[in-house]
């Protein structure tokens, strides 16, 4: 926000905390866009893509939007897509905010070296938990 007289919009916005949109309402959005354009998606599509970003809205729409171009007119956005997509994201090497912030990670202290190994985890098991006995290995 601007705070200062001398810059050119002072005054003429508001700082606000917006309310937390629920997952179900979420789900909503992209269901209706995907099926909107002709391409609809299969619910277990839907559930994989708001695993893998946390519910958020940028990751979400660049995954959806992966998908959506991924997807044939009249085809279905099926859970296969909604893989493709998310890993043709993490593995890419364009100069994306996932890629400057894992590859800052990766070239820093051990703990944000751990950091790297923990996201690289969470996208392997598609946003879901990640503690629990199927993924202790002896």
Known sequence: MFERSDEPIFGEAAEM?????GRAEFLEYPEFQFHATGKPAED????????ATNT????TQQI???CWVNTAAGGRV????????????????ERSEFSSVVN???????GEVNEVRALHL???RG???VSGRSNYRL
Do not use: F, M
């Open 78 to 93: 099926t859970l296969d897509t909604a893989i493709e997509a998310h890993d043709k994201l993490v593995q890419s090497t």
């Open 64 to 66: 959806a939007w992966e």
């Open 56 to 59: 958020r809205p940028r990751s």
């Open 44 to 51: 277990d599509a839907l559930d994989y893509i708001l695993n």
């Open 104 to 110: 800052l990670l990766a070239n820093g202290d051990d």
């Open 122 to 124: 969470v996208a392997d």
């Open 17 to 21: 905390h917006l309310p937390a949109i």
């Open 127 to 129: 946003g879901r938990n």
